[in-house]
């Protein structure tokens, strides 16, 4: 057995896994703009299986996470 906990690395099928036309649909970001991050090793983390390229969805949920702007409650701004 490794000397990693079997607990902690999450299996992810590859059936699982997302094309690059799948995460510009999410992301709403160009498949242009992906295949730019992969040139240059920024953007989302992503798997290279052979030619294909997939991406494992919770790296692309940690992505759009890390996009989420907070906004104060307006209730918040009011002075009363």
């Known amino acids: 057995m490794s ?3 079997k607990n902690s690395i999450r299996q992810v099928g590859l059936r699982d896994l997302l094309t690059a036309d799948q995460v ?4 709403g970001l ?4 992906l295949a730019q991050w992969r040139s240059q090793r ?3 983390s992503y798997l290279k299986i052979g030619r294909a390229v997939r991406y494992d969805p ?3 949920h940690q992505y ?4 989420r702007v907070s906004v104060s409650d307006p ?3 009011r002075q009363e």
Request: glycine share 12%.
């Open 3 to 5: 000397s990693i906990g």
């Open 24 to 27: 510009a649909a999410i992301t």
């Open 30 to 33: 160009s498949k242009e703009t």
């Open 42 to 44: 920024r953007g989302i």
């Open 58 to 60: 919770a790296d692309v």
């Open 64 to 67: 759009l996470a890390g996009c």
């Open 75 to 77: 209730k918040e701004r």
